[in-house]
């Protein structure tokens, strides 16, 4: 397999997102995140280490990790690798849930790992190669996953706590989704919480409960998140990119750049694309 900064993401071809992990080229740390659908990282070069509720879990090639619904996770991808990233909707799994909405997926190793990677493997490769039917094959590979996921790594017995804090973290994922969408306008904490009929404190105390963050960090995060992307994937200005995703002034972007990266926009640029 061959690196590449594009990521390739399907269309309405599919009923998932496949894509290449954005972090491909190292030197890329993704911050405290979660959201509603079932995410599994397959690494098949380099290695990541992947942090589930502050526990670190190693991945090297051959590996993968399965990220539940509304699991708070980040990603340390210190150097190059090559690892492939599908996105399943809760719903797909609605008949299998344990709870209202619930389900989890164990993180232990099973004897379907290696029958997971080779169809991820396969689904992939396929998809880039785009030949005649290349829908029906990959669908069918999906849904062989989707069987060993609910077959061999479905959680059945849950406890009423991992329940209570999915159902936080699925009203909370509202507000933070709401973010996300706005996240380039000037989006105070008070602003946000009377859009939701929260207070700020309690708004403020739930983030730093759940994602173990404060409300200003992770807006930051969602905007070097998004300014990372078009820096890696465009030609854009560091100026234009600071602009176009809610920084303050160029400046601004470079200094929360260079803290999380050790080094400044342009510089990073440059050693990436060699």
């Known amino acids: 397999m061959q690196f590449s900064h ?31 659908s079932v995410e599994i990282f397959a690494v098949f070069e380099g290695n990541l280490d992947f942090y589930l509720n502050s526990e670190v879990y190693p991945l090297y090639s051959g590996q993968f990790m399965l990220v539940n619904s509304n699991e708070i996770h980040s990603i340390d991808a210190g150097s190059r690798n090559y690892t492939v990233v599908l996105q399943i909707p809760l719903k797909t799994f609605e008949k299998y849930y344990t709870a209202e909405q619930f389900i989890w ?127 890696m994937n465009t030609e854009q200005t560091i100026s234009s990119i600071a602009m176009d995703n809610g920084f303050a002034s160029s400046k601004a972007f470079t200094r929360a750049f260079q803290s999380k990266y050790g080094m400044t926009p342009s510089e990073y640029r440059g050693r990436m694309k060699r």
């Open 105 to 231: 997926f164990t993180h232990d190793e099973c004897v379907q790992d290696e029958k997971v990677m080779d169809l991820i493997r396969d689904m992939y490769t396929t998809y880039c190669e785009k030949r005649c039917g290349y829908e029906m094959k990959v669908t069918s590979r999906y849904y062989m996953l989707l069987y060993l996921l609910v077959s061999s790594y479905r959680e059945a017995a849950v406890s009423s706590e991992m329940v209570k804090q999915n159902k936080k973290l699925g009203r909370l994922s509202m507000i933070t989704n709401y973010i996300k969408e706005n996240y380039t306008s000037d989006l105070s904490l008070e602003s946000l919480a009377e859009i939701f009929g929260y207070s700020p404190a309690y708004l403020s105390k739930l983030l730093k409960r759940y994602a173990g963050i404060n409300y200003k960090a992770y807006l930051q995060g969602i905007r070097l998140e998004c300014a990372y992307q078009e820096l």
């Open 6 to 36: 594009e990521l390739i993401i399907p269309n309405e071809d599919l009923p998932f997102k496949m894509f290449l992990f954005e972090g491909a080229c190292g030197s890329y740390f993704r911050d405290k995140h979660w959201h509603r």
